[in-house]
């Protein structure tokens, strides 16, 4: 069976979303319950990063993992570009690594190339600080994941409200076995770009749509190795990039598998279709506990008290 399928919760957890578990470098330590500053002592970490509606006044930098971290000096990607918009604009997640930021930019002057896209609508990227979200992701925490709407951005001058209300489009069918009448090679092209960045470490996308790039794909196929299946993602595709060169309290991800990984892709498709009985020895899923301070690496306390 498809490895995904056989990770534990725990391991989940410790990745974010997709992949083997991270590796830990000595550099990233929590700090201990009794040295938190008293305002912070208590207080779920989601309400303190939420909070904050402006980056640090720090060097840009990544601490911890995808799913328990923070960002310094985190950059906010402008409202509006000439060829991308920010969606939902009201969550404030419009924040990342100034690796994240150029990457949209670059990425988005190839969608707007595309026939009958003008662009890119860019969805979550993180909190001004990162961290753990009031609502919504568990990854998303370092300022180095950006969601993508499937939806061609045929429109760049989209109001403040539009964007509240406007969603993107499905590209799933047969709850992500197959991709339907939406899915076109454009989208092809836009993952592939993507892929090819060197910076990335990993796309998340729906099942039947990375089998449907393995069959289209006729020339160099290494970029598929980084497109991988995922639960959800068939409005969006989720970006993860590689920790920046130099970010020694950046956890980063294994790599993926070696090879193009459709052969993994088929057998989501396969389990979709025709799922697998329950393993009555795997592992119940524990509730999820939301993240404290003194979970995060230590430098988290410097980002959130920094002006």
Known sequence: MDRFFKLTALTLLLAGCGGSAPQTPAQVQTISTQNLPASMKGVEARQLFG????????????FGGYAKGCIAGGVQLPETGPTWQAMRLSRNRNWGHPDVIDFIQKLSRKAAA?????????????????????SGHRSHQIGMDVDIWLRPADNLK??????????????????????????????????KAAAQDPRTARIFIFPGAKVQMCKDETGDRKWLRKVRPWWGH????????????????????N???????????????????????????????KPRRQLTMASLPAQCVGVLQSE
């Open 255 to 285: 790599p993926p598998p070696a090879g193009d990984g459709c052969a993994d892709a088929e057998q989501w498709v396969r389990n979709i279709l025709n799922p697998p009985p329950p393993d009555p020895n795997a592992p119940k899923a």
């Open 158 to 191: 989209l109001s403040r409200a539009d964007r509240e209300n406007i969603s993107s489009i499905s590209l799933r069918r047969s709850n992500g076995a197959y991709t339907n009448s939406n899915w076109t090679r454009q989208h092809h092209e836009i993952i």
């Open 234 to 253: 068939h409005y969006h595709f989720h970006v993860r990039l590689n920790c920046p060169a130099g970010s020694k309290g950046c956890v980063a991800q």
């Open 114 to 134: 595309q026939p009958g896209w003008n662009g890119l609508y860019i969805g979550d990227i993180s909190q001004p600080r990162g961290g753990p979200m009031l």
């Open 51 to 62: 909070a904050k509606k402006s980056g640090s006044q720090q060097a840009a930098a990544p």
